[in-house]
């Protein structure tokens, strides 16, 4: 089966800290895709990062930056020197060829509501 | 481009009432989809659509229909709305292949 888990559910942290954001994915397929998108108070979704299965290689986008870990399943997003305007809701997301429909069906995970505080 | 718009941004139901939640986008995509977002959890797919014509069911189908006859839209239609109806509402829309999907603003629905 496919599935996405964030285990925080809320992480609350001061601002300028770092805090990273666990993301567990479960997958048969070998060839897949991991997504993170973040959810601000105003609610819409805003694309953050798109990685394949084959490219283990960290990110780094500004203060954000993604560790891709096949062997542990995991795809974890840190923010390094947090300001209030990180405070979102974050969410992990999977696709992968084993879904109906193929790629373009996202499984998300339940979210991990960050707060900073200033 | 706006690129994916939703209306309406709220609506109230009573219970047994219908309707139609609208979804456009202009940024030509084949792929478009409708979430579910309940209290404290992530997005559940409904119906996802491929091209004009072509539709298919999510996780969470029931209660729900759709219609893509053209590129552009993608309405969601609630029959006989439930309480369990409750949720916000996302259209989102995606080119052809494993890219990033790309999320309208969502509709706040609330069913007594």
């Known amino acids: 089966a496919q599935k996405v888990t964030q285990a925080q559910t809320e992480i609350s942290v001061v601002e300028k800290e770092d805090v990273t954001l666990d993301c567990v994915y479960e997958?048969?397929?070998?060839?897949?895709?991991l997504f993170w998108y973040k959810q601000p108070p105003s609610g819409e979704l805003v694309f953050l990062i798109r990685?394949?299965?084959?490219?283990?290689q960290n990110e780094i986008s500004g203060r954000y930056s993604w560790n891709f870990q096949k062997s542990t399943s995991s795809f974890n997003f840190t923010i390094t020197a947090s300001q209030v305007v990180d405070s979102a809701v974050y969410f992990c997301?999977?696709?992968?060829?084993?879904?109906?429909?193929?790629?373009?069906?996202?499984?998300f995970g339940a979210g991990t509501r960050l707060a900073v505080h200033p | 481009n706006a690129g994916v718009t939703q209306t309406p941004k709220f609506r109230i139901l009573k219970i047994g009432q219908s309707m139609t939640l609208q979804c456009t986008q202009d940024?030509?995509?084949?792929?478009m989809y409708w979430y579910r977002q309940d209290p404290g959890m992530g997005l559940k797919l409904i119906y996802y659509?491929?091209?004009?014509?072509?539709?298919d069911k999510g996780e969470v189908p029931n209660g729900y229909n759709v219609s893509r006859s053209t590129t552009e839209d993608f309405p969601l239609r609630l029959e006989l709305a439930a309480p369990s109806q409750t949720s916000v509402y996302f259209c989102?829309?995606?080119?052809?292949?494993?890219?990033?999907?790309?999320f309208g603003p969502g509709t706040r629905l609330t069913v007594t």
């Open positions: 989102a829309s995606s080119p052809r292949g494993p890219y990033e999907q790309y």
């Open positions: 997958t048969r397929d070998t060839t897949y895709y």
């Open positions: 990685r394949n299965s084959f490219d283990e």
């Open positions: 997301a999977l696709s992968g060829p084993g879904f109906s429909g193929g790629y373009n069906k996202l499984i």
């Open positions: 940024m030509n995509h084949n792929y």
């Open positions: 659509s491929v091209g004009a014509g072509i539709t």
